[in-house]
């Protein structure tokens, strides 16, 4: 396993694995047997970095989430488990009743937060959580509200970093602004979609017409770039299969005229190294110029153990500029 470093904070910072791994369906369609056999599996190899939410996976069964939270508690405590591992969860996607409805939500109130922020840490069994996002924005509540409440969280101990997902480029600048202005703790990772394939930006969100808000876009590209202290925690890298399985066909999000010189390049390097291509995709994330790690999942070992090949594969400069150059 290889690693790096998240946080900009010393007193917080902490080193974590290249590949995370995320759970979010643990507990629900992938059983506690099968979940607690990924989990050890993951550690086995020197992982040591889980992503999880309040909400998951509340669409399943129909109820308001935390059985992935759930589940990493009930592992934590049969395993030992302590500081070694990280685990970063999330707020603000929790239905607040009951159900598969996916707009009716808690959102990033105070009360919402503060109160989803107890009921995370005792789910996981924990006294400070890891790493705490913002699931999703909520521009219903002015932005000096959030940033002040999240920081009221790690200042009392209760959360070490803060991390925002899915939010507009200007709403993060805002966020780091307001933080900056009151010298309050800000986010230090930001956890979006991104893989080799890119998504369009035309398409509708699900809470946008304008566009989708959970996507790495070039916008966010720049972001990073110049703010190198952040981390992209990726999600969805290997778009559930779609990179290998012909029953998975890519959806309009990332099937488009662009995609055809993307794949073909893919291919090719696939030929060379003799690794699939979810591994190659990996691999050309985990080895770019930006600091990304990528949020895998895995509902069996087999699955997780063709992910953890790919930290060991290095692609050639030649091969990175052929994927970097194909559009």
Do not use: C
Request: a negative charge.
């Amino acid at each position: 396993m290889k690693y790096r470093k998240i946080g900009t904070d010393p007193q917080h910072q902490r080193e974590v694995s290249v590949l995370a791994l995320g759970a979010m369906l643990f507990g629900t369609v992938v059983d506690e047997e099968r979940s607690f056999a990924v989990l050890d599996r993951f550690v086995e190899a020197g992982g040591t970095f889980l992503d999880t939410a309040n909400n998951y996976a509340f669409w399943v069964n129909g109820t308001q989430g935390g059985e992935s939270e759930a589940l990493l508690g009930r592992w934590r405590r049969s395993r030992g488990i302590t500081d070694e591992v990280v685990i970063a969860t999330k707020l603000g996607g929790r239905p607040k009743v009951p159900g598969r409805d996916f707009f009716n939500l808690e959102g990033l109130t105070p009360e919402a937060i503060r109160t989803s922020a107890a009921r995370s840490r005792e789910n996981l069994g924990v006294d400070r959580l890891d790493l705490l996002y913002a699931h999703t924005d909520d521009l219903t509540v002015p932005q000096e509200e959030i940033v002040r409440t999240f920081a009221e969280l790690v200042a009392n101990g209760e959360v070490a970093m803060l991390g925002a997902s899915n939010h507009w480029s200007w709403r993060l600048e805002r966020w780091r602004t307001l933080a900056a202005a009151a010298n309050l703790p800000s986010y230090e990772v930001l956890q979006y979609h991104h893989t080799y394939l890119r998504a369009r930006a035309d398409i509708p969100g699900r809470r946008s017409k304008d566009g989708d808000q959970g996507l790495f876009s070039a916008e966010l590209m720049t972001y990073l770039r110049d703010r190198p202290d952040l981390t992209l925690v990726a999600y969805t890298p290997l778009l559930s299969g779609a990179y290998v399985r012909k029953d998975r066909p890519l959806g309009e999000l990332h099937d488009h005229a662009g995609t055809k010189a993307r794949l073909a390049a893919l291919n090719e390097v696939v030929r060379e190294t003799g690794a699939t291509a979810n591994q190659v995709v990996l691999s050309w994330m985990i080895g770019g110029d930006l600091p990304v790690i990528p949020l895998i999942g895995a509902s069996s070992t087999a699955q997780l153990n063709e992910s953890l090949e790919a930290v060991d594969l290095t692609l050639t400069e030649d091969q990175r500029t052929h994927l970097d150059s194909a559009h």
